[in-house]
């Protein structure tokens, strides 16, 4: 019962090249960086990845991408790093594009034994039509394109039917893991970690502490420890970033000297002055 490695480098030794792989994490906001520093150390490549993005040009997942490892994405935004948008473009890149809900539904239905679902998102658009291209030629050409979605309407309304998803592995980050797996998340990091973590036949968490079982109250755990195989203590402090830090000017008396100067004591007044 006792799902606690070593080491991050140990968690990821058996994870193969051409390996399924998802990835929670939005944007930078609870990305397993320690997992994915680790799996970019062995040279494992041709990995096909699910995740909401696919980090920025030298954190999280870009640091697989940038070092060609990454085969396949299928993500549901991907705009803030730019070697993810040359390697697409120039053909050495596979992407699936899919509607955030839905990935995050393909996920969830993956991991609780759903084959697939009907959605109305994308009725109507090239979701359901065919043709968004996930391949490119190095000419600039489409060399792979996305099928058509079968359809079925329900009460006069059309919907498409989406395939769950499920991976060889999954890598997680959670705030606190118990030694059984039991898992809880800090407010927004929580995003796609849970459903990464049902959907994957093997599933890595780096909790930032890990707990004794029992410690964890019943009906704080977010992720119950049944979907965890390995569990690894990350150090919290050293691998957060903000991915864009947006600040506006201080306003005339306000700020760190506006504070000083409030909290200062008046000056006394001569017997004259008063």
Same mark, same amino acid.
Request: proline share 7%.
């Given at each position: 019962?006792?799902?606690?490695?070593?080491?991050?480098?140990?968690?990821?030794?058996?994870?193969?090249?051409?390996?399924?792989?998802?990835?929670?994490?939005?944007?930078?906001?609870?990305?397993?960086?320690?997992?994915?520093?680790?799996?970019?150390?062995?040279?494992?490549?041709?990995?096909?990845?699910?995740?909401?993005?696919?980090?920025?040009?030298?954190?999280?997942?870009?640091?697989?991408?940038?070092?060609?490892?990454?085969?396949?994405?299928?993500?549901?935004?991907?705009?803030?790093?730019?070697?993810?948008?040359?390697?697409?473009?120039?053909?050495?890149?596979?992407?699936?594009?899919?509607?955030?809900?839905?990935? =995050? +539904? #393909?996920?969830?239905?993956? @991991?609780?034994?759903? /084959?697939?679902?009907?959605?109305?998102? &994308? *009725?109507?658009?090239?979701?359901?039509?065919?043709?968004?291209?996930?391949?490119?030629?190095?000419?600039?050409?489409?060399?792979?394109?996305?099928?058509?979605?079968?359809?079925?309407?329900?009460?006069?309304?059309?919907?498409?039917?989406?395939?769950?998803?499920?991976?060889?592995?999954?890598?997680?980050?959670?705030?606190?893991?118990?030694?059984?797996?039991?898992?809880?998340?800090?407010?927004?990091?929580?995003?796609?970690?849970?459903?990464?973590?049902?959907?994957?036949?093997?599933?890595?968490?780096? =909790? +930032? #502490?890990?707990?004794?079982? @029992?410690?964890?109250? /019943?009906?704080?755990?977010?992720?119950? &420890? *049944?979907?965890?195989?390995?569990?690894?203590?990350?150090?919290?402090?050293?691998?957060?970033?903000?991915?864009?830090?947006?600040?506006?000017?201080?306003?005339?008396?306000?700020?760190?000297?506006?504070?000083?100067?409030?909290?200062?004591?008046?000056?006394?007044?001569?017997?004259?002055?008063?």
């Amino acid at each position: 019962m006792d799902k606690v490695m070593a080491a991050a480098a140990r968690a990821v030794a058996d994870i193969p090249d051409g390996a399924t792989l998802a990835v929670g994490g939005f944007g930078l906001c609870g990305i397993p960086s320690t997992l994915i520093a680790a799996l970019a150390e062995t040279g494992v490549s041709g990995l096909r990845v699910v995740s909401n993005n696919c980090g920025v040009d030298d954190w999280g997942l870009g640091l697989l991408l940038r070092a060609g490892r990454i085969a396949r994405m299928t993500s549901s935004y991907v705009g803030e790093n730019k070697e993810f948008a040359r390697q697409y473009l120039a053909g050495e890149l596979e992407v699936e594009l899919t509607p955030q809900g839905t990935l =995050a +539904e #393909r996920l969830r239905a993956g @991991g609780s034994g759903i /084959p697939a679902f009907y959605t109305p998102a &994308g *009725v109507g658009t090239q979701v359901e039509e065919g043709g968004l291209p996930w391949r490119h030629r190095a000419d600039g050409g489409v060399a792979l394109a996305s099928p058509p979605k079968e359809t079925r309407e329900f009460g006069g309304r059309r919907y498409l039917l989406e395939e769950a998803i499920t991976a060889d592995f999954a890598l997680v980050r959670a705030e606190v893991a118990d030694r059984h797996g039991n898992c809880v998340f800090h407010a927004a990091a929580r995003n796609f970690n849970p459903l990464c973590a049902m959907a994957g036949q093997v599933t890595l968490v780096e =909790a +930032e #502490r890990v707990v004794e079982p @029992g410690e964890l109250p /019943p009906d704080a755990v977010h992720l119950p &420890g *049944v979907y965890v195989d390995r569990v690894i203590a990350v150090d919290h402090s050293l691998d957060k970033r903000i991915e864009r830090r947006t600040v506006r000017p201080a306003r005339p008396g306000t700020g760190a000297a506006a504070a000083r100067t409030a909290a200062a004591p008046a000056p006394a007044l001569a017997p004259e002055e008063k």
